[in-house]
Structure formats: C-alpha cells, structure tokens
C-alpha cells in the first residue's frame, strides 16, 4: 500500500509547483518541461511520422482530478498524467506548445480515440479486457487501487467494500471502480455522475455517504480539503494505468512503450511523479511492470 503524505502543507507545495511550471521561461519552468527530442527520424508512413509532420498531437487527458489531471490556474491542465503525455511528445520532437490537450471523462475515452478525435489519452486509464476489445494500450505506467472516500472522522464507519452495502454511494458512470461496486455490491445505492468532483461535492453536502475510485485520485480531493474529507486507506483492487491509442496503431503503441521505458530508465518519469501526485503520495514508481501488450 501507498505511503500518504497527506497535509495542509501539501496543497500548498502543490499550488507552488503549478505556479513555477506555469512560468514558462522563468527560473524553474525548464525542471518541469520533458527534454525534447530534437533529431527524431521515423518511417514514413507510420503514425509517429504522421504526427511529426503535422506539427502537434491531440492528447485526452482529465482536467477535475488533482495530483493526475486538473485545470490548473493557468487554465491548462496539470499532474503527473499530463507531465507522461509530455514525455511521449517529447519523443516525437514536439514540446509543449505542440500539444493539445482534450478533457476526457471516463465514458468518452474509447468514442474519443475510436473517432479520431485525439491521438491517445493518458487520463487514469486502467488496462482492461472490456476496453482492450476497442483500443488498445501501451504501458502500464503507474499500479493505483481502488479505495473509498468518506466524511472527516469516517462517521458512518466506513472501513472497506463490505460497509457500502446499504450505503449511497457515488462513482463516475463508465468507469470500473463503479463497475466492481455494480458487480460485486450490488446493495449499494449507486449513483452515477460525469465527473469525480460531483461525487466530491456529493459527499460535502451529505448527498452520498461515500464517493469511490482510484486510491490516488481520492488522495487529491484529501489533500485539497483535509478537514472535510478522510480516505479509508484500504485499497482492494489493482488498477494498472496504460495509455490508450486506437486500434490497429500497433507501431505507434509499440513506441509508447519505448518511450515509458526509456523514461523510467532516466529517471524522468520519477521525477514527473514526485513533482505532481508525489507531493502527496510517497511512491517509488519504477521499475515499471511489464508492458501489456500491443497485439490488436
């Protein structure tokens, strides 16, 4: 289980990393940039060419979850998600300002990349076989858990998935935290939104009585708010993040894959993690696991 370093002193390291990598040129802003390959050649033909000649890559991501993808004050999003779609561009040769990053929800990951609308999404993307039958991922890049989040002092004595039973109990429609719940608990009062912060503010105003996802996006919402929200600190799933690139990209998956590896290797995907959700959750995120598999 995750070390949580969770603190009212961590939303404000948070908010001063955000600030520094906004400044583009000022001093600091060029520890966040991924370092940019200059002299990448690639098959013409391939999908790597392809977006190397156009000049800019279309990447969905989240833009209301803190640590992984949140609009930042700058109006761009920001986290340990978009700081990995930066490092796949910068394979490509294309920094920062050659990115258009897209909000993507739970339920539109997959239309998103099957209808050409974005060339991959890194956005909490868990590897399964239900969305391995209409894209395809490269990674994993990160392990995360589900988890539960409750009211500061965990009135209800919420302690794992069992105590959801008879619980309302609020997750995002089309993801697979809230399938397990609709399989696996099925007396849960499920109730099922576009976006996390709705079950946050949910569960702020005594809606629900537990919000549940990914143990790292919930930790965002704790070290936001530390007096209103408490994480039951019980994962009991694996849930292993991959990027999604559409079907029969095989080669341009296979490259994604390259360019993780060799980013876990330099240290550059460390050192995303512990600029974003690292600020927050303690965690040693390479050696990376073994890559998924390309295969359409």
């Known amino acids: 289980m995750p070390s949580l370093r969770i603190s009212t002193l961590a939303l404000t390291a948070a908010l001063a990393m955000t600030l520094t990598a906004c400044g583009g040129d000022d001093e600091?802003?060029?520890?966040?940039?991924?370092?940019?390959?200059?002299?990448?050649?690639?098959?013409?033909?391939?999908?790597m060419a392809e977006i190397v000649d156009q000049g800019t890559i279309t990447i969905g991501t989240k833009f209301d979850q803190p640590l992984f993808g949140l609009r930042g004050l700058s109006g761009e999003p920001?986290?340990?998600?978009?700081?990995?779609?930066?490092?796949?561009?910068?394979?490509?040769?294309?920094?920062?300002?050659?990115?258009?990053?897209?909000?993507?929800?739970?339920?539109n990951r997959e239309p998103f990349l099957q209808q050409g609308q974005v060339d991959m999404v890194v956005a909490t993307y868990t590897i399964n076989d239900k969305r391995d039958e209409v894209i395809d991922f490269a990674g994993p890049y990160f392990l995360a858990g589900?988890?539960?989040?409750?009211?500061?002092?965990?009135?209800?004595g919420i302690t794992g998935?069992?105590?959801?039973?008879?619980?309302?109990?609020?997750?995002?429609?089309?993801?697979?935290?809230?399938?397990y719940v609709e399989e696996n608990i099925p007396d849960a009062n499920l109730v099922l939104v576009d976006a996390y912060t709705k079950c946050r503010d949910a569960l702020s105003n005594g809606q629900v009585?537990?919000?549940?996802t990914d143990n790292v996006i919930l930790s965002g919402y704790v070290s936001e708010a530390p007096d209103d929200f408490e994480l039951v600190g019980n994962p009991f799933t694996e849930e292993p993040y991959g990027i999604g690139v559409p079907e029969d990209a095989?080669?341009?998956?296979e490259f994604v894959n390259e360019a993780l590896a060799e980013a876990a290797e330099s240290g550059d995907l460390q050192g995303a993690f512990d600029r974003t959700a690292g600020e927050v959750i303690e965690r040693e995120i390479t050696p990376l696991p073994e890559p998924h598999g390309c295969d359409s």
Request: aromatic share 4%.
């Open 28 to 47: 600091g802003g060029e520890d966040v940039a991924a370092p940019v390959d200059t002299e990448v050649t690639f098959e013409p033909g391939t999908r």
């Open 78 to 107: 920001e986290g340990f998600d978009v700081e990995v779609a930066k490092i796949i561009a910068a394979k490509l040769g294309l920094s920062e300002e050659d990115i258009e990053f897209v909000e993507t929800v739970s339920a």
């Open 146 to 156: 589900q988890d539960i989040l409750v009211e500061a002092g965990n009135p209800e």
């Open 161 to 179: 998935p069992d105590d959801l039973a008879g619980k309302t109990v609020c997750s995002v429609a089309g993801s697979t935290p809230a399938g």
């Open 209 to 212: 009585q537990a919000v549940t």
């Open 250 to 253: 095989e080669e341009f998956c």
